[in-house]
């Protein structure tokens, strides 16, 4: 389905790209950035997390990554306040594997257009209130489970054992109650029936033209 509405221009156009996990959202956000090219700057969520090597167990199971309470929401709406504003900012680098923030920062340059990435960037009112346009992948949960069984096992040392336990103890909640209800603030929502490839243009146009 796609919802229309007007939005707000400041010296950057913030574009949030939220879903629950493994519903499509980082593939889509990094195709956006591909056809904007050089006019574009992405943030991912997940550099935000906090430092949780005290509590993580090797398998994931004693740590809720999905509730909004893991993340530096504080810090993300700050960081881009700045971008917004035309200030490049350094945002945190977080490891998934030993659980900690890195010391060296990433550099965000404050380019025209700058796509964030992330499961709950729509919960929080401060983050919400630094997008300008905002795009919700409402994917099955089947779908979400197998991406993200894949991503886990592949990319984060998990073993599907983990991930699965992990997906109905905390994933699927925190979708339900966290994640599904922010869908109502999207400007345009992605279901499994759009076309992809349409929606991809469509976005891109209509943000290109907001720089004119």
Same mark, same amino acid.
């Given at each position: 389905m796609l919802v229309t509405g007007s939005f707000? /221009? &400041? &010296? *950057?156009?913030?574009? =949030?790209?939220? =879903?629950g996990s493994g519903s499509g959202k980082? %593939? $889509? !956000?990094k195709d956006l950035m591909q056809k904007l090219g050089d006019l574009a700057e992405i943030v991912y969520q997940d550099n935000f997390y906090i430092d949780q090597s005290? /509590? $993580?167990d090797g398998d994931g199971g *004693?740590? &809720? $990554?999905?509730?909004?309470? *893991?993340?530096? $929401? *504080?810090?993300? !709406?700050q960081c881009l306040g700045q971008l917004k504003s035309g200030m490049d900012t350094d945002i945190p680098i977080y490891d998934f594997k030993t659980h900690t923030r890195a010391k060296d920062k990433l550099n965000i340059k404050a380019k025209p257009i700058i796509v964030v990435d992330g499961i709950l960037i729509f919960h929080p009112p401060e983050v919400r209130a630094q997008f300008d346009y905002l795009v919700f992948f409402d994917t099955s949960e089947d779908l979400r489970f197998e991406r993200r069984l894949q991503r886990d096992v592949k990319e984060r040392g998990r073993t599907p054992e983990g991930v699965k336990a992990q997906f109905q103890k905390q994933v699927k909640p925190m979708h339900d109650l966290f994640v599904e209800p922010s869908k109502h603030h999207a400007h345009i929502v992605v279901s499994?029936?759009?076309? %992809?490839?349409?929606i991809l243009v469509n976005c891109c146009n209509s943000l290109q033209a907001k720089l004119v």
């Open positions: 707000k /221009r &400041n &010296n *950057s156009i913030i574009v =949030g790209v939220a =879903g980082t %593939y $889509f !956000a005290h /509590r $993580f *004693s740590v &809720n $990554f999905d509730h909004p309470d *893991s993340i530096d $929401f *504080s810090l993300l !709406a499994d029936d759009c076309n %992809y490839d349409d």
